[in-house]
Nanobody, 116 residues
Framework: QVTLVESGGGKVQVGGSLRLSCVVSGYTDSVAAMAWFRQAPGKEREFVSGISYHGGYTDYAPSVKGRFIVSRDNAKYTAYLQMNSLKLEDTAVYYC?????????WGQGTQVTVSS
């Protein structure tokens, strides 16, 4: 059983920054990618960013490219999402995903609210 716990969400003003963390516990493998998704009220869950196991490959949604930075520390079983220059439209529940060979696992989500 894989468990993911996100943290770091909160309320921030436009232009501010937040850093999300996602800690993985339970089953882990040496090739699992990790990703961040978000879901705003009334909208479908959307991809935000992803990172390969060794961090050599990263991907970003066009809406966050240049503002968000994804990283991971495998020794700590943790992935991070540094969010800078936050916009009102970044308001959402952010979810971490662990893409292992045996399946994809999700965290419970952390709320990010950006206000003017």
């Amino acid at each position: 059983q894989v468990t993911l716990v996100e943290s770091g969400g909160g309320k921030v003003q436009v232009g501010g920054s937040l850093r999300l963390s996602c800690v993985v516990s339970g089953y882990t493998d040496s090739v699992a990618a990790m990703a961040w998704f978000r879901q705003a009220p009334g909208k479908e869950r959307e991809f935000v960013s992803g990172i390969s196991y060794h961090g050599g490959y990263t991907d970003y949604a066009p809406s966050v490219k240049g503002r968000f930075i994804v990283s991971r520390d495998n020794a700590k079983y943790t992935a991070y999402l540094q969010m800078n220059s936050l916009k009102l439209e970044d308001t959402a529940v952010y979810y971490c995903a662990y893409v292992a060979t045996v399946g994809k696992y999700w965290g419970q989500g952390t709320q990010v609210t950006v206000s003017s």
